[in-house]
């Protein structure tokens, strides 16, 4: 099922702060007057002089080399149709954001208002010289064909239309591995084709490329079978024209080896699957709804091999697999085009990575225990992070194969290295955990429901299927602030502490809780009363497994948050304290920090402690941690007292957990700089891979540093995370905003799935551990 969108939270989010999503950051330091007058005059002609005595340097002095130009005339655009550039404007910066996170590749999107080829590619060609790369987007059949041919005629750069070939190549790669699978040969498989637009006549070409006979495809458009007898045939389509006498989709079916489908919705049956050849390859595409429903296929052919468009089932065709990567291939080695050989490696790129182990860091997004090559992955993940490093070196290589790449790479691995390192390895942490949290969403309880921007936040991770939201608070007052914001919730859960109609629960919880605090100076009625407090009856929720997680502190001090916590649940079995640690996110991947919240003027041996905690939750990340012990000295360089704790810290931490990459106590900017650790410092464990975790000496440190990089840096962040507790509970800072209360609802439902599965494993363990003791 689509998920729902409020159309006032997608207008918002175009619309608030800076219109748009996209903007223009210099590169270069712009601080002073010398900075200007080396950017602008006079210092500017020196580049432009060696520009015009050679255009090749244009690559060495400015942007063109990493900057494509995303143009469309917004005549295809999405499902909308012939919409207009206008309109068509934030698609095409949405595709700008697309290169950005996948392939660090800067984008300027260019909407034209020109409908006919000619105005359009003289238009194109007029502003080339701005662009290392084009991507056309959203232009109409059968214009978008010669468009395309003409501008990779008459331009010498890198052209492609991706609505054509982006899901060629995508679903190539899927078809050489669906037909390794069901070992049957691409050159005698019958392929029946619904839809022969853009896309279908790019796939089919495609597919030929790879050794499929145009006389074993049966092709359909809006009119029916495209057949010989037919007068309104383009060239293009006369290839793959049948003599059959074949009229119908049903009969064209029936034995038929492989599917394809880039035409609309529900147009194929149960019957028809169930007639196609043995191990039937069925590629429906059509979006949102494909041409034969997923789960209807599967039950129609259990030895089926099935794709979509669609990402909430396996095998999805998403074009995100293939433009990144092959313009940034092209880029690197300053391609004149993007031909058939590199379209070609990236396919077999694509196939071939299908069957390499999946990381562990892939698996956790999508909430799998182990993905492997088989029927039910025959293309990578979308969020798989070695994409980069995989498909942009083999298209790299066939444009130098090819002849066509004036700067060839001869070092590959270096090559892997910059990839790896270009936008960091773990840079997509955030939207992993928030496609783990949505393959098994848990309860979680808001305690502060009566405010705005909870609600939104409620809605969104309801909407997005992250969580199921509680509402805490007065039900008067919250209907009514969310039909004063249009917000909608299915089935919300609201519930009233101080209503009578939960006074049986509450006295339960009360009892409850008196039973944990009856010899810490509370009484019955004290406990009982203290239930009508929102946070301490949102914890016993989820003390008694009623909610998995709860989310409170927007509007509460800190204090007042986790003290009902640590009451309530406690902490897990081991820890000696709680800690609060922040994720940031930055271009050399995340950063994790810590303490941040909790531990005003830890001892050495607890900062020891805090450093262990935050290292088995960097882990929980898949991520391995490398920690840095801050301070404002350098391996002994001070002996002052505050030092000396994060050099003794540290020394506590080895003797717990030798193998954990940890040194200090060391500078924060000295952490990063490789270059004076190793000539000063070549002992340092922090030499050999960057820095990701940093441990400050104390919470006004901590607290600092990380309102800074959030608001004066403008990195993303997420946190406070609660380290240590029991169950989930995580305490917002105050004034958060609706994105970062999200983001911390999925790592509470995170957090939530983590310790199911070790309440469950520790479960499973408990008869032999009975047994043990029984026997002694």
Sequence with gaps: MAKKLNKQDALDYHAMGRPGKIEVIPTKNTKSQWDLSLAYSPGVAEPCKEIYNDPENVYKYTAKGNLVGVISNGTAVLGLGDIGPEAGKPVMEGKAVLFKIFADIDVFDIELDAKDPDSFVAAVKAIAPTFGGINLEDIKSPECFEIEDRLRKELNIPIMHDDQHGTAIISSAALLNALELVKKK??????VVSGAGAAAMACVKLYVALGAKPENFIMFDKDGVLNKSRKDLSDRHKQFATSSKIATLAEA???ADVF??????NIVTAEMIKSMAKNPIVFAMANPDPEIAYDTAIAARPDIIMATGRSDYPNQVNNVLGFPY????????????INEEMKLAAVHALAEMAKSPVPDIVNLAYNEKNLFFGPRYIIPKPLDPRLLSTVAPAV?????DSGVAHRPITDWEAYKHELNHRLGLDNQLFRM??????RDPRKVVFAEADNLKVLKAAQVVNDEGIAFPILLGNEARIRQLMEEHAIEIDDVVIIDPKSEQVKEMRHRFGDLFFKKRQRKGLNLYEARKIMRERNYFGCMMVETGEADALISGLTRKYPDTIRPALQVIGMEDGAKRVAGMYIIQTKRGPLFLADTTVNFNPTAEEVADITLMVAKEVRNFNITPRIAMLSYSNFGSSQTPEAQLMS????????REPSLIVDGEIQAAMAFNKEILKDNYPFTELLQEEVNTLIFPNLAAGNIAYNLLQEVAGFDAIGPILLGMKKPVHILQL???????VNMVNIAVVDAQEKCCKAKVEAALEPAKDKKKKKK
């Design 396 to 400: 790299a290589k066939a444009a130098m």
């Design 433 to 438: 955990i928030g496609n783990k949290a949505r």
């Design 260 to 265: 394809l489908g880039l035409s609309v919705g």
């Design 648 to 655: 003794k810290a540290r020394e506590i931490v080895k003797l």
């Design 186 to 191: 691409i050159e005698k498989v019958k392929i």
């Design 326 to 337: 092959i313009f940034r291939g092209a880029l690197d080695v300053r391609a004149t085009t």
């Design 253 to 255: 079916l029936k034995g």
């Design 735 to 741: 004034g958060s905003t609706v994105r970062q209360i």
